[in-house]
């Protein structure tokens, strides 16, 4: 089991910035992917970011030169450094964690991003 909590969202006006920071623990050791997804009113969950194990990322369209996500292994941490916020990144940041055999995603309670325009 892994559990994952999130911290960092906030208020913050259009063109600010935000770190969001996931703290995971329990079982650490077996995760392959890290990564971020949002979750907008009205809308269905999407990625916004992923890192693996061994640093490689992904981003969606939408937030790739904005946004960077980065991993501290020793400390079992992974961030979203979001730049350049616009209103549509308004949403509920939920961490995600793939890990164990079979891989199982596992899901923090999410932190609210609000971007006022």
């Known amino acids: 089991q892994v559990q994952l909590v999130e911290s960092g969202g906030g208020l913050v006006q259009a063109g600010g910035s935000l770190r969001l920071s996931c703290a995971a623990s329990?079982?650490?050791?077996?995760?392959?992917?890290m990564g971020w997804y949002r979750q907008a009113p009205g809308k269905q969950r999407e990625l916004v970011a992923d890192?693996?194990?061994?640093?490689?990322?992904s981003y969606a369209d939408s937030v790739k030169g904005r946004f960077t996500i980065s991993r501290d292994n020793a400390k079992n941490t992974v961030y979203l450094q979001m730049n350049s916020l616009k209103p549509e990144d308004t949403a509920v940041y939920y961490c995600?964690?793939?890990?164990?055999?079979?891989?199982?995603?596992?899901w923090g309670k999410g932190t609210l991003v609000t971007v006022s325009s």
């Open positions: 995600n964690a793939l890990s164990g055999v079979p891989p199982t995603h596992y």
């Open positions: 329990g079982g650490v050791f077996s995760i392959y992917f």
């Open positions: 890192i693996s194990s061994g640093g490689s990322t």
